[in-house]
């Protein structure tokens, strides 16, 4: 049983650019919620998606933003790229309904690096 | 709003010596509860929780903790640590099912042989 899977793992971009990560989450799993990790840092909250909608969403400018698909796997997007945004950025998943506290998976991340 | 602090961001053991991270929690309601450990370059790995009932929870690798509510805190323990047990461990609060996780900073642990 696959868990949630990210792409890429590694990437590179230059400040002002724009990146676009992936996320399929877990099978049958139908939220899914991204978080920054900065180095040395706890993860911390971007936004959840369900039904294709942006249901939360944490203290970050409208830089980020994000997608979801029919089929439930999400896109994680920032524009303008800053040295700021380097960090790994993990995917959450699970099943609305189950009870949170208990259905949450992670990711293994995309460490994404701004120079 | 919620928040978690981790006392201590490097903790130092000796292999076969007792392990304890501490994790204190500020919530205006009774939160869930968890711990998760990080190795390098990987994701989280969810190692306990707690949600409701018994307030001394095991977990997997030998791992435990106690939520004591008049202290706030849900401390890390492992009676004696391993040379694998060398990570990042993170605390973190669910206020509610839905809602998403608050993290503390993290404390990195190492253990010396």
Redesign the interface.
């Known amino acids: 049983d696959a868990g949630?899977t990210q792409s890429p793992t590694h990437l590179i971009k230059t400040r002002g650019q724009q990146v676009t990560l992936r996320c399929s989450p877990k099978s049958g799993h139908d939220t899914v919620?991204w978080?920054q990790q900065a180095l040395?840092?706890?993860?911390?909250?971007i936004f959840?998606y369900y039904e294709e909608e942006e249901r939360?969403r944490?203290n970050f400018p409208d830089r980020f933003s994000g997608h979801q698909f029919p089929n439930y796997s999400s896109e994680l997007n920032v524009n303008a790229l800053l040295l700021g945004d380097s960090a790994l950025y993990?995917c959450?998943s699970r099943l609305?309904g189950t009870?949170?506290?208990?259905g949450?998976t992670?990711?293994?991340?995309t460490?994404l690096t701004v120079v | 709003a919620q928040s978690v602090t981790q006392l201590g961001s490097h903790v130092s053991v000796s292999e076969g010596a007792l392990v304890l991270l501490r994790c204190n929690y500020s919530s205006s309601v009774p939160p869930y509860l968890f711990w998760y450990v990080q190795y390098p370059n990987q994701g989280l790995q969810l190692l306990l929780k707690y949600t409701t009932g018994a307030t001394l929870v095991k977990g997997i690798n030998g791992f435990e903790a106690e939520f004591k509510k008049s202290e706030t805190s849900f401390h890390l323990t492992k009676p004696s640590a391993h040379m694998s047990d060398a990570a990042e461990y993170f605390c973190a609060v669910l206020i509610a099912y839905g809602q998403n996780f608050v993290f503390g900073p993290g404390t990195r642990l190492s253990v010396l042989p």
């Open positions: 949630v919620s978080y040395g840092q706890g993860p911390q909250f959840q939360q944490g993990l959450a609305t009870g949170g506290a208990n949450y992670f990711g293994s991340g460490r």
